[in-house]
T-cell receptor
Framework: QKEVEQDPGPLSVPEGAIVSLNCTYS??????FMWYRQYSRKGPELLMY????GNKEDGRFTAQVDKSSKYISLFIRDSQPSDSATYLC?????????????FGKGTHLIIQP | EAQVTQNPRYLITVTGKKLTVTCSQN?????MSWYRQDPGLGLRQIYY???????DKGDVPEGYKVSRKEKRNFPLILESPSPNQTSLYFC?????????????????FGEGSRLTVL
């Protein structure tokens, strides 16, 4: 079983829909969780950063962590064509540093105008 | 502007011809890392560096070398490239490998270097 599982998609939804992106993981040592967004022909960039369980909201984006189920989610409200990108989850052990960061394979999201 | 700069962005080469992909960051970051990204396989770490003169293997180090003589630079060297090294390569840097505060684990990525080995 891989450490981090993420559905590669593509996931295609109409503009304005609520999008749910998910990752599951197996390593109980993971304590902090990130979502990166990668546009075509660009490097990934950090979108959301959460430490421990619970929700974190930033504009139209909400990151949710359920450590008991080893499940994290990213919700996008009022999705826009500009949200079309690949979304990678990432997680790391206690400390929050870059060492030991593990990435999911990414979900390709397409928002149809 | 804070950035990670990779060169070249695109390269087509032939088997066995040594090449170097340069990476430079202007954020005084301690941690730097190289990844390759392949369809269906995601991002895989090649090598990383905790600080100057400190480097270590990632998940897929075979066929690659790195060096970290200065804090800002972390070149990736392919001594004898082979077709299975055709990939999209990303350099990334982070303030600290160990996490000394919120978001210190954030990785800043370069724009990528697309390498084709014939």
């Amino acid at each position: 079983q891989k450490e981090v599982e993420q559905d590669p998609g593509p996931l295609s939804v109409p503009e304005g829909a609520i999008v749910s992106l998910n990752c599951t993981y197996s390593n109980s040592a993971f304590q902090y969780f990130m979502w990166y967004r990668q546009y075509s022909r660009k490097g990934p960039e950090l979108l959301m950063y959460t430490y421990s369980s619970g929700n974190k909201e930033d504009g139209r984006f909400t990151a949710q962590v359920d450590k008991s189920s080893k499940y994290i989610s990213l919700f996008i409200r009022d999705s826009q064509p500009s949200d079309s990108a690949t979304y990678l989850c990432a997680m790391g052990p206690k400390g929050g540093g870059a060492d030991g960061l593990t990435f999911g394979k990414g979900t390709h999201l397409i928002i149809q105008p | 502007e804070a950035q990670v700069t990779q060169n070249p962005r695109y390269l087509i080469t032939v088997t066995g011809k040594k090449l170097t992909v340069t990476c430079s960051q202007n954020m005084n970051h301690e941690y730097m890392s190289w990844y390759r990204q392949d369809p269906g396989l995601g991002l895989r770490q090649i090598y990383y560096s905790m600080n100057v003169e400190v480097t270590d293997k990632g998940d897929v180090p075979e066929g690659y070398k790195v060096s970290r003589k200065e804090k800002r630079n972390f070149p990736l060297i392919l001594e004898s490239p082979s077709p299975n090294q055709t990939s999209l390569y990303f350099c990334a840097s982070s303030l600290s490998p160990h996490g000394v505060g919120p978001r210190t684990g954030e990785l800043f990525f370069g724009e990528g270097s697309r390498l084709t080995v014939l």
